[in-house]
């Protein structure tokens, strides 16, 4: 069986076909690396982020984030619905869809005397 095998990889057709199928998959990885290296995919920045959304990214500035979150449940008490739609998609960002529970719970811990603020909240001594 083996012998029979060993005989076809002797043919020069099927030498021709496997040198020409091991230089196209070498030119393939090639271009693929070289097409990255030159043109990265990435994300944008906090500044580019910030001019085109109007809100602080969050993965560049959380404290600003969490206090444009704060501000939005004062002004809006607490009600899911006084958000404008970007407002909601942004919330809903940041906590995985939980953005109208987020909001009534954060409104409610705002609204408590400063003293009672979750430890997370609060700065250390």
Known sequence: MFGRLLELLNLPIVKIVLGAVAVIALVTMLSAGTRDAVNPRSTPSAPTFEQQFGRPDPGFHPDSASDYVDKL???SG????????EDQRYVNGLTAGHGA???????KLLKKPSGTMPLSRKKPP
């Open 73 to 75: 449940a004062r002004d």
């Open 78 to 85: 607490g009600d899911w619905n006084k958000l404008s739609p």
């Open 101 to 107: 529970i987020y909001l009534r719970d954060r409104s």
